[in-house]
Nanobody, 115 residues
Framework: QVQLVESGGGLVQPGGSLRLSCAASGIIFSRSAMGWYRQTPGKQRELVATITSGGSTNYADSVKGRFTISRDNAKNTVYLQMNSLKPEDTAVYYC?????????WGKGTLVTVSS
């Protein structure tokens, strides 16, 4: 059974930082592409950042230069370091695994950027 468990969300002031974590189980993590997505009420879920099994990364234009995705295969965990946060970054953030053509999602963690 594949499980993705996100953590690290919370309330942060504009300009602040947060680090999200996603712990995976039930897959050979090192062979999975991983990604972070986010969603706000009434909007479609959107890509934030992805990282391939080989470590190549891709970012949405809105977060380039502020967010960094990374992975630790020894810990079966993918991270999203978020700096210079803006109110428009407020969303539920979801972790996704793309594992041999199958997509698995976590339940999400809420990030609120507000003063």
């Amino acid at each position: 059974q594949v499980q993705l468990v996100e953590s690290g969300g919370g309330l942060v002031q504009p300009g602040g930082s947060l680090r999200l974590s996603c712990a995976a189980s039930g897959i050979i993590f090192s062979r999975s592409a991983m990604g972070w997505y986010r969603q706000t009420p009434g909007k479609q879920r959107e890509l934030v950042a992805t990282i391939t099994s080989g470590g190549s990364t891709n970012y949405a234009d809105s977060v380039k230069g502020r967010f960094t995705i990374s992975r630790d295969n020894a810990k079966n965990t993918v991270y999203l370091q978020m700096n210079s946060l803006k109110p428009e970054d407020t969303a539920v953030y979801y972790c996704k695994s793309d594992y041999y053509g199958m997509n698995y999602w976590g339940k999400g963690t809420l990030v609120t950027v507000s003063s």
